[in-house]
């Protein structure tokens, strides 16, 4: 590579990626992006469990919003927000203050490895972090050219018995479940997470349910439909579906090989 080209690439980086990046995480998912990035944030949301190594960050962030001092203080490089989670108004004091801010986009499977070549600047490791962009790409490719069906199978995808909720067509959900050969029969859905009867889903006709958790949830899962839905029930875990990061593969994994044993 030519020492000039090789000048202006660094010089194209910011400057906290010429060292060690001192980088924010405001939610859950944006600390297991940035992980799988190369990166180890310097502060995180509260609830941010993965990797392990996250569980001893300070963190800055939690349901209720933003500790503004307390991120100041850590002096970032760049702050990562999700719209999904993070309140406008906070993050964009943050930017008055001249916090430099990066809003991640994980609403969708594309934007999940779009995600990590966006941190691949701020990482100690650039490579890793885009061959990881690539991995993730590449693993939603093979499952759904693998796992595709000529005809969908009709799938209700349940979160929440009371009330009983399920996820739409405009949400990373939906859209591991149409690359592992299901059809979601709630995704022409106007909102996300819209709320459902039990008359509403038993007229759909589901093939099977997908929800989270563990054997006593499916049993409770199960009684909850008896006498009239008697159809599998597929388990996943929690924060591998629940969370829009790199962990959605494992949950794509988990689900794929089971729905291909229904019919």
């Not at 990562?80 to 986009?105: E, H, S, T, Y």
């Not at 993730?136 to 490719?141: A, D």
Request: hydrophobic content about 45%.
């Amino acid at each position: 590579m030519p020492k000039r080209f090789l000048l202006c690439l660094l010089l194209a980086l910011p400057l906290g990626a010429l060292a060690a990046a001192r980088v924010v995480t405001l939610a859950p998912n944006l600390t297991e992006m940035a992980f799988a990035a190369g990166i180890t944030p310097v502060a995180v949301s509260e609830y941010s469990d993965y990797p392990p190594a996250a569980q001893s960050l300070p963190t800055v962030a939690n349901w209720q919003g933003v500790n503004i001092e307390a991120v100041l203080a850590q002096k970032p490089d760049v702050v990562l927000a999700w719209r999904g989670g993070n309140p406008q108004r906070q993050v964009d004091q943050l930017q008055k203050l001249g916090v430099k801010v990066m809003w991640m986009q994980t609403e969708s499977l594309a934007g999940l490895s779009q995600a990590l070549r966006q941190l691949a600047p701020y990482s100690p490791q650039p490579k890793a972090a885009l061959a990881a962009a690539t991995d993730l790409s590449n693993g939603f490719q093979a499952l759904q050219k693998q796992y595709q069906r000529p005809v969908p199978l009709p799938v209700f995808l349940q979160f929440g018995s009371q009330p009983l909720f399920t996820a739409a067509g405009n949400t990373l959900q939906n859209d591991i479940l149409a690359l592992c050969g299901g059809r979601n029969i709630f995704a022409d859905s106007r909102v996300p997470w819209p709320q459902v009867s039990r008359e509403q889903v038993l007229v759909r006709q589901p093939a099977a349910i997908v929800s989270i958790g563990d054997s006593h949830r499916a049993s409770a899962i199960h009684a909850f439909w008896q006498p009239q839905l008697n159809v599998p029930i597929i388990m996943l875990t929690d924060d591998w579906f629940s969370r829009p990061g790199p962990r959605m593969l494992d949950a794509a994994k988990q689900l794929c090989p089971q729905l291909a044993k229904e019919e």
